[in-house]
C-alpha cells in the first residue's frame, strides 16, 4: 500500500472507534462496562475507541445491541472486513507460511532472546527493529512491514483470544530499542498486555545459572483443529517445525524455561523496578 493508502485506512478505522466511543458514551456504559458485556479486556476498547487497533468485525457485530446501533454496527462490520480484504498487506516471502498458521492459533508459546514478540511490539518498538534492517529498508518498504506487524495483533482482540504464555530473557527489556521513550512505552505495553486474560509473561534472569534456551528463541503454535507446531527464525531463515518428536522436544524445553524462569508476578515487579528506575 502507498502511504496514501495506509492514511486512509487509518482515518477510517479511527472514525470507527469515534463512533463505537460516542455510542457508548449515549448508551451511559463505561469501558469497563462495554468489555465485561462483551467479553472483552477495557484495555483492548479504549484501543479501539482511540484508532490504535483495527476494529474487529466480531466486535462490531457484538457490540450493535447493546450500544443501541440499531444495525450500524453490524454494517459497519461488513465495511471494516472489505477494506482489511482490499488493503491486507503482504509479508515477505519467507514469512507468509508462518503468518498464516498465527491467525488460526488458539495457543502461543515464545521463547524470546533478542527483542520482544512481534504480537507485543508497540509501533514505535517495532518501527525501531525495522529501521535496523541491513540492507535498509526503503521508507514505503518500512511503513509495510510495521502496518502488517500491528496488524497481526489483531489476533489478540479477537474473542475468544489464543492463551498466550512467553518467556523473555532479562536482556530483551534491559536493551532499549529506539531510545529511552520507545524502551519505556514497550515496557508499559507489556504490563498492560501481562493483565490481559490468557496472557502470561515471564521473564528468565539474567542471575539464572543454567536454563534450556541455549540453543535460541522459538516458537510453539496450536493451529485450531491441528497438530502443534513449532518455528524456528533466524536471518531470515525460517523453518515451521511439524514433526511430532521435534515439537514435542520444543514443548519440553519450554515447559523447563518456564519453570526457570521467575513467577509472573516477580516477572511483573522486575518491569516495574526497571520503569521506575528510568
Not at 113 to 128: F, K, N, S
Amino acid at each position: 500500500m502507498s502511504d496514501e493508502d495506509i492514511e486512509v485506512v487509518s482515518c477510517f478505522f479511527h472514525a470507527v472507534g469515534t463512533q463505537i466511543r460516542l455510542l457508548r458514551e449515549q448508551a451511559g456504559l463505561s469501558r469497563q462496562e462495554l468489555a465485561a458485556a462483551l467479553g472483552y479486556s477495557p484495555d483492548q476498547i479504549y484501543s479501539v475507541e482511540a484508532g490504535r487497533r483495527t476494529p474487529h468485525p466480531e466486535l462490531l457485530r457484538a457490540a450493535d445491541e447493546p450500544l443501541n446501533a440499531r444495525g450500524l454496527l453490524k454494517g459497519v462490520a461488513d465495511d471494516v472486513e472489505k477494506v482489511k480484504e482490499k488493503t491486507r498487506i503482504r509479508h515477505p516471502d519467507w514469512f507468509r507460511g508462518y503468518a498464516r498458521l498465527e491467525t488460526e492459533a488458539v495457543e502461543l508459546g515464545y521463547f524470546s532472546t533478542l527483542a520482544v514478540p512481534g504480537l507485543m511490539q508497540t509501533e514505535d518498538y517495532a518501527r525501531a527493529t525495522f529501521l535496523g534492517a541491513q540492507p535498509p529498508l526503503s521508507e514505503e518498504q518500512l511503513e509495510e512491514r510495521v502496518a502488517a506487524r500491528m496488524a497481526r495483533q489483531e489476533i489478540l482482540t479477537r474473542w475468544p483470544p489464543p492463551t498466550v504464555s512467553v518467556v523473555l530473557d532479562e536482556s530483551v527489556l534491559m536493551r532499549r530499542i529506539g531510545g529511552s521513550h520507545v524502551h519505556q512505552g514497550q515496557l508499559e505495553h507489556l504490563l498492560r498486555l501481562a493483565s490481559l486474560p490468557g496472557i502470561t509473561l515471564q521473564v528468565l534472569s539474567l542471575g539464572c545459572e543454567q536454563h534450556s534456551g541455549m540453543n535460541g528463541p522459538f516458537i510453539l503454535l496450536t493451529p485450531r483443529s491441528r497438530h502443534p507446531v513449532g518455528y524456528l527464525e533466524i536471518q531470515q531463515v525460517n523453518r515451521i517445525v511439524t514433526h511430532a518428536e521435534e515439537v514435542r522436544m520444543l514443548n519440553v524445553r519450554f515447559g523447563a524455561l518456564r519453570a526457570q524462569a521467575l513467577t509472573p508476578p516477580e516477572s511483573i515487579a522486575l518491569i516495574k523496578r526497571m520503569l521506575g528506575e528510568r
